[in-house]
């Protein structure tokens, strides 16, 4: 797998082995193909980068051109090869046999709340919890059900809520894999975490806003229509009609989402 869909005429792969009885917990499984795919795209940057060429460029001139199927690649699977390999192996009773397997398919993942789960009463990711709370501190407290194993949660969660608040980035703190601060939700596979638990942190984000409308332009002394959509993105800003008064972050609710 690690030459990809490059026809490269040759290339040496050196790897160490660790063992150890603390294994910890790798962001996608052990099946090898992201891996792989993450070492030669990262080879072929590099190259680009030392070419100085675009990098889209420097994989096109190495793609396999579909006019050169079927092809074998350098590590020496071609298909015709290994049909005449299983062929030679059948004829001479060899005990060790070679079976050649082919399979196309469609994978769903990215399972949100649908009609179609629902008629199928299908349990797993179609719903996620999270909810959003507004500190004493002006920061900003997020618990998430989707909890990571080194996906970088964290960052995108932080990007979504400080981007929809209007607050600064370092200023979210992410909660997640301890039932006593995240008791609800149906964690990390499955492409999901980002379609679904960011969505509901969309919702939690928006019902803090929709609470701290009202408040916000009571404290302004304007109307609720008036007021701006974020009076806390920064210390300082005030509503035209209400002096030098503004809002502080604390004075802010909290908001639960969960898409179900």
Known sequence: MFNSIYKFPAYQFNCQTVLTNKTWT???RGAG????TFAIERLMDELAAELGEDPIEVRRRNWIDADEFPFTTVAGLGYDELRAEQKRRRESGDRVQLG????TFTEMCGLAPSRVLGQLNYGAGGWEHASVRMLATGKVEVVTGASAHGQGHETA??????????VPFEDVEVLHGDTQVAPKGLDTYGSRS???????LVKAVDKVIDKA???AAHLLEASAGRSVRRPWHRPGRH????????VHGALLPRGHGALA
Do not use: M, N, T, W
Request: aromatic share 6%; no cysteine.
């Open 239 to 246: 509503h035209p009609g209400a002096g030098h008064r503004r």
């Open 213 to 215: 409308r009202p408040l």
């Open 26 to 28: 790798d962001a996608y």
């Open 157 to 166: 969660f932080s990007q979504i809520v400080a981007d929809r608040l209007g």
């Open 194 to 200: 980002l379609v679904v638990g960011g969505e509901a």
């Open 100 to 103: 050649i397997g082919v399979s």
């Open 33 to 36: 193909r992201p891996e792989a």
